[in-house]
């Protein structure tokens, strides 16, 4: 157990909806990133933030927005779905942010989003 | 472009016996390098790093190589047991300094066979 919880771990929904996921990041770590795991791909990043603000952008969509609330949870937002975003949205949180690569990002279970 | 990717996507390996995960990157700049392990069902984990100042690194039970002249690494996996079976993902840095500048290569799916 990773100590990040994300919900919901499942997720069906049709084209053109607006799905929000959750993650709760490890007891004081107070980066999150989120990244997106498409079918037999690699992981690739999407946006991280750090104590409440926005630290790096990846591939992230227009459509998609992210926040961190004060508790340090943080939720993807997900909007005018398309059926290419089908995937699996992971969320990691690591203690700090930036300055140093450590490799230690604590991933949760991931979100599986299925768009029909 | 940059890209870090695996020679085989699939690879079966009899209980017991020693595996090894290759892994190319094609940025010259990278000086950090991870290997994650992802289980089915689950999220990646953390297995070992290594820096570009050295070759080789061990923990238990696994050992990274790194060959920084043909931009190669590998994983190593000594005596292969059943929990071993996941798909393993080299990332590497790209010379940039932030955990969220990693970029994750398309996994080799590994399966120990009893």
């Known amino acids: 157990d990773s100590g990040v919880t994300q919900t919901p771990k499942h997720l069906i929904t049709a084209t053109g909806q607006r799905v929000t996921l959750r993650c709760s990041p490890r007891s004081g770590d107070l980066s999150v990133y989120w990244y997106q795991q498409s079918l037999d791909q690699g992981l690739q990043f999407l946006i991280q933030y750090y104590n409440g603000e926005e630290r790096a952008k990846g591939n992230i969509l227009e459509r998609f927005s992210a926040q961190q609330f004060p508790d340090l949870h943080s939720e993807l937002n997900l909007s005018s779905l398309e059926l290419g975003d089908s995937a699996l949205y992971f969320c990691a949180s690591s203690v700090g942010w930036g300055e140093v690569n450590t490799g230690e990002l604590f991933f949760g279970e991931g979100s599986r989003l299925t768009v029909l | 472009g940059e890209s870090v990717g695996l020679h085989l996507p699939t690879l079966s390996v009899q209980e017991g016996d020693n595996s090894i995960i290759n892994c190319a990157y094609s940025n010259s700049a990278s000086d950090y390098f991870i290997w994650y392990k992802q289980e089915s069902g689950k999220g990646p984990q953390f297995i070992i790093d290594?820096?570009?100042?050295?070759d080789k690194r061990q923990g238990q039970r696994v050992t990274v190589l790194l060959n920084k002249t043909v931009k190669h690494l590998s994983l190593q996996i000594a005596a292969t047991q059943p929990g071993d079976s996941a798909v393993y993902f080299c990332a590497e840095n790209g010379g940039r300094v932030g955990n969220e500048k990693l970029t994750f290569g398309t996994g080799t799916r590994l399966t120990i066979i009893p």
């Open positions: 290594i820096r570009s100042n050295m």
